[in-house]
């Protein structure tokens, strides 16, 4: 899997896949101790079931331990009405209530002034990023291009973000390892599925791979008894890309002791209580 950040760093309001009026202003005089010199208040509205949430306090929290003269507040939309309340706040910005929201509620105020074009903020001084291996000074070169993907029509870039939209494929694992002469291989990136359905052409496969788009692919009976009987494997298996690491926001106590390897044959060696996750790592 593929993540739209170069390295992780501390992008903090650089809002994942939101938009933002940078509600902070230089403080001419010195800030508060510990401080950046800015100053002011950010809040957000985000809708209440989403996975990155806990990332954006960790990475809110940061931020203001950093910059001790801003206030960021995050408000949780537990509701239906998450689309009414940002063209609320969209159609009254003098109000103030919001500033960061999901910007895909308004797609129709893409290049005009109600919208952070991004464009010109991707080469201004990053200071988060320092010792990142792509690093060049600015917040551009820790991100990859589906960061920051540009707006067709208003030709604007309205959004920065760290998740990308993927197919799910599902292919015979025996076949590729039967095509490739080896029983341990499998393709573990889209490139490398790439090049190994052109080797599959090249050795006289019509179609090596067939993938359905249409509504039905994926409504059918034999289809939902295979997700079924796939879906847990691949979620054991997927704990080992996700599990939290030490320097991540989601750590806790027990993630010490859990190891991938060591417990993948326990069956109850994906129970919530024995370990974290943080699903920004995929």
Partial sequence: MRKTTKSLVAAVLSACFLFGAAACEKNPGPGPSGGSGLKGNINFLVPMANVDNDALEAMANAYMDINRGVTITITKNNGNGYSE???AAVAAPEAGVVNIVRISQIAEYYGTDKVVDFTDYLDEENDYAEGSPSYDGTWKSVLEADAYPIEGKANTIPALSY???YTVCFYDKRAMNDLMK???YAPETWEELLALLEKAKSDGYASPLGLSFNESSCAGIFMG???KMYADQYFRDFIG???SLEVDYSYIAADKNW???EMKGDPGFDRTEVYSSNLNRT
């Fill in 85 to 87: 309340l940002v063209r």
């Fill in 259 to 261: 190891n991938y390897e």
């Fill in 225 to 227: 008894w295979m997700i």
């Fill in 241 to 243: 890309k996700a599990h």
């Fill in 163 to 165: 998740e990308s939209n």
């Fill in 182 to 184: 080896d029983p341990d």
